[in-house]
C-alpha cells in the first residue's frame, strides 16, 4: 500500500507498484488536468510537483512517490501559481491547450525559485516542455509578466 | 478541483433553458453515473439550417461551431462573427461543438463537415454573418411585440436591446424564448464593414481559462465508470500484418482482461491505461512482411531520382522551356532537393471512447476533423447503422492535419477495437506516441529536380521543375496538391514548366500543416532566391521585380522588408533570409536572422512576419497562428525526418529522435497584419511554408552551403 499526499489530501494506491505516477492521477485518481505526451520524459505535458520540484510523472512510478507530497495543475497555489495562471490567461498562451498544464507547473516551479528569470533561466526551466503549437514566444512573454507582476 | 465540478458547471450552462435558433435540442440522455467529464453540445439533433446560434435566459450566447477547435481559434473566430452581426457582448459569448451532420454543418468548400486547409473563417464568414443577423432580428421582432414599439426604432448594443422612446431595455436572455417563435427574415440585412465593433479587435480567446487550469476536457480525459483501456500493437513495417502472436506472458499482466487480434495488430485491453500498455509490451507477435514496404528511404531516393526526365504529368507549360534553355547565351543552374517523410505529432495521440447506450446505440467522443466521415465509418465497423452512432467531437491537442483523413482510418481502428468486445464496457482507445511517430500519414517523401535559366542581362528566363512523390490525395493523374505553389509560380517568368510524378508506396500519405507548399515552398523560394543572387539581384527587390502581376504578395514583401529594416546593417556573424508564400488564400512574407549556432546548426534569432489574409476576423489568433506556425514549420526544418532503415523498418518512435522545436531554439517573432476589405481567408496553416527556405536562404548566404536535403540538422551532422 503506498501512501502520498494529492493536492493536500491523503490518498493511498495499492495497485501495480510499478505503475507511473501520471496513469495513478489520470486513470484512479481522475485528476486529468496532468497529459501524457510521450511516456519517456521528453515532453513534459505530465509534469507535476513532486515535494516541491518539478518531476515528469510518466517515468515516476508510484511506488517512489511514497511518503511524498504531490501537487498538479488541480491543486496548484501560492502567489507564483496565481501570477502565472493571470499572465497566461491575459496573453492567450494556449492553442490547442493540451500541454500547458505541464508548461504551467515548470514556469510556477521556476518563479517559485528564481522570482525573477532572465531568458537564460527561462530556457533553462523550460526547455523540458515541448509545445507542438509552438507558443513558446507567449510562455516566454508570460513568464516575464508574471514575474513583474509579483514584483509589484 | 476535481472532474466531478467541472461536469456540473459544464452541463448546467449548457443543459441552460434558453432559446435555440433554428433547431430543436433532444434530451441529454447521458446516464448521471456512467460519464464523467464529456463537453456537452455533441449530442443534440438539429432540424433546421442557421442552426449555429444559441442564447440561454443567462444572457449567454453559445456559437455551435462546425469546426473543430485543436487550437487553430475557430471556436473564438466563428464566435466573433456572429456576435458581430448579433451585436452581443463579447464577455457573453461560449462555443461549442456542433453535432455532426455533413449536410447543415458542411464546410461549404468541402461539401461535408470537416476542418481543414484553413477554411474555417473563410467558408463560415457570409454564413455565420448571416446566422448572427437572424438571430438579431428574432430577438428585435420579440422586443418589438413584447413592447408594443416598432421594431424599426430598436436597437442593439453590447448585449443590451433598447428602445429609446418608451426607455425599455432588455438583455438577450428575457426576450430569448419568445424570439425563438419569430419568423427569421429571409434575408437579414448585414452590417457595412466600416460599422464592425468586434471583427478586427484583439479580442480575448473563448478557450483559454479552462486550458490554463486543467479543467479543459480531451478525448483522453473522458472515463466513464468500468471503462476498457485498450491499445493496439502495431508493426513496424508498413503493410505488415499479423502473422502469428503470442500472448500467454501479456495475459499474466495485472489488470489486462483480454488481447485479441484485428485488423491493424493486436489489441491489449485492461483496466486501466498502464496495464493495457504492460500487457502489450509482454506480447511477441510475428509480422508477415510478405506485403510490407521494405525499401529503405536512401532507396526511395535514388528511385525517385530515376524518374526525373522520364514522362511525367505535365502541370504547367507556358513558353518553351527547353528552347529556353537551350538559347545562346544563357546560363543556367540544376539543383536537387530532398524532402523527408513527416510526421505530425499532435500533443494529444489518436484516441477515441466509446460508449454503447441501452438502447445499442453508441456515442463515440474523439478529435473528430471530419465527423461525418467518422460517424459512417465507425457505424460501418459496428455494424449499426449511421443513425445509431453519435459523434461527440471534443476539443484537441492538436492535429496540424493528422486527425483528417478520408475513409477515417484511425475511427476504423478504434471501432473495430471496440467492436471485439462485447460492448458491455465503455472503452478508451489510445494511441502511444510511439504509435503516432510510427503510424504513417505522413507528409510524404518528395523528390525536386530544378533548372533555372538566366539570360546574359541577368533575367530568369525559364524555369523547369519536377516533383517525384506520392500524391495525397491518391490520385493516378496530376494530383494538384502535390505541385500547388509550383504550378501556379507567383513569378513572372516567361519560360516555366512544372511536371509530376506519383509513386506509389505502402506508407500512406497524409496532408501535414500547408500540405504542398511545406515542400514547393522551400523548393521555389530557395531556388529563386539562388538564382537572384547569381544574376547579382537583392533577394527581396529581386523578387518585387517578378511579383508586378501579383499586389498581394508584394504588400507582404514591402512590409516585412520595412518592418526588418532590410537592407540596414546585420550584426557581425548574422545572416538574414527571405521568403513569400502564398498558401489557402493567405500570403505570408517572412524575414529570419540566424547566425552559426554553438553545435554547428543554424541558429534563429528572429522572424518578421507580414501576412495578408484579408478582412482580419481576430488579430490575437492571427498573430497566434504565425507565431505557431513558424515555430511548427521551424522544427521540422531543423530537426525532423521519418526515415525507413534497412528493410524498410522505421527508425524514430518518439521525441527523443523525432524532434521537435523547444524554447531555447524559438525565435523572437514579430507579427504585422496587412490591412484589407478582401473576404477572410485562413491562418493555420500559412505561416508555416516561408520560414524553412528563408532560413535556408540565409544559411546559404551565411555558409554558402545550399540546402538541398531536409532536415538541416540531420544533414548537417552526418
Redesign the interface.
Known sequence: MITFKLNGQQRTFD??P???LL?VL???E???????????A??G?CTVHMDGTTRRSCITPISTVDGSEIV????IEGKEAEAI?KA??AI??????????GQ?MSAVALLQVTPKPTDDD??GA???????????????QAIHDAADTMEG | MTIHTIKSTRRSFLAGAGLVIGFTLAPKVFSANALEGVQAGGAETLSAMNAFVKIGADDTVTVLSKHIEFGQGPFTGLATIVAEELDADWSQMRAVHSPADDKVYANLMFGLQGTGGSTAIANSYDQLRKAGATARAMLVAAAAAEWNVPASEITVSKGRIMHAGSGKESGFGALAAKAATQTPPAEPKLKDPKDFVLIGKELPKLDTLSKTNGTAVYTLDITADNMLYAVVEHPAHFGATVKSFDDSEARKVAGVVDIKQVPQGVAVYADNTFAALKGRAALKVEWDLSKAETRSSDQLTADYAKLFGEKGLQATHNGDVDKAFGAAGVQSLEATIVFPFLAHAPMEPLDAVFIKRPDGSVDVYNGAQFPGMDKNTAAKVLGLDSSKVRINTQITGGSFGRKAQFGSPYMQEAAAVFGATDGTRPLKHMWTREDDIRGGYYRPMYVHKMRGAMDANGQIVGWDQTIVGQSIMGKADLDDSSVEGASDLPYTIPNLRVISHNTKLEVPPLWWRSVGHTHTGFAVETFVDELLQKVGKDPVEGRLALLQKEPRHTGTLKKVAEMANWGSPIPEGRQRGVAVVKSFGSYVAQIVEISLGEDGTPRVHKVWCAVDCGIAVNPNVIAAQMEGGIGYGLGAVLFDAITLGEGGKIVQSNFHDYRSLRINEMPAVEVAIIPSTEKPTGVGEPGVPPVGPAVANAWRRLTNNPVRQLPLVNVLSA
Open positions: 495497485g501495480d510499478e505503475t507511473p496513469w489520470r486513470d484512479f481522475k485528476l486529468t488536468g496532468t497529459k501524457y505526451g510521450c511516456g519517456i521528453q515532453c505535458a498538479t495543475i488541480e491543486g495562471h497566461w490567461v492567450d498562451v494556449p492553442q490547442c491547450g493540451y500541454c500547458q498544464s504551467i527561462i530556457d523550460m526547455a523540458g516542455n515541448i509545445c507542438r503549437c509552438a507558443t513558446y514566444h507567449r510562455i516566454r
